[in-house]
């Protein structure tokens, strides 16, 4: 890793708003995004296609390391395209299954190994926002300044579904209620890179703020480091 980058790392339980806020915060500092969930949820779209078993952790890997993946960046306010494959999988990754077999295959030791330089890679000048569940834990470990973003499952859930009804699709509040909290139950008892802040962490609970407080709030934070 390049010592001269500097990290800014955000983790946290899904549906807290990391990857809304990494995406602003990179956009305005003009800064390299790491959207580590998508590295999951692109290995768990790969291993389903291929017909791996997600208990086949060493065919697992093997998806993982040899992943043939793009990150293009769209015009301005437009979302990052994932490609997998030569193919565009932005919204096939993003699927509540899609997300719920990530989660099983990040809690497994051989995937986290295989995608681990792969993480550290996007460590480049000017520097990288990272966005996962053990950004400041294990991948950036000396990242100076390490934000964990949190909410309440009950808010979390509510923007899951605002998020799936206004793209047409239809969403239970109390089915992705349990989702997220199976998911969370999940990523926080793992064996291997639990769900928990690093232990020099500023925690932000985003219950009850808007994306510019959180985004000026970690702008305020990285000033104040002398990153910006």
Known sequence: MSK???VITLDGPGGAGKGTISQIIAG????HLLD?????????????RKGVAFD???ALAEVARNLDIAFLPGAENEPVSVMLDG???SKAIRTEATGNNASIVAALTPVRDALLQRQRDFRQSPGVVGD??????VVFTDAPLKIYLTASADERARRRVKQ???KGIDAKFQAILSEIQTRDERDMNRDVAPLKPADDAITLDTTDMSIPEVVAQIIDLAKARALV
């Not at 580590?36 to 692109?42: D, H, I, T, V």
Request: net charge negative; charged share 30%; glycine share 14%.
């Open 4 to 6: 001269a980058a500097p």
């Open 28 to 31: 305005k500092l003009g800064w």
């Open 36 to 48: 580590s969930g998508a590295l999951y949820r692109l290995t768990a779209l790969g291993a389903e």
């Open 56 to 58: 086949d952790e060493a």
């Open 87 to 89: 193919e565009e999988v």
């Open 132 to 137: 996962g569940r053990d950004m400041g834990t």
């Open 164 to 166: 799936l009804q206004e």
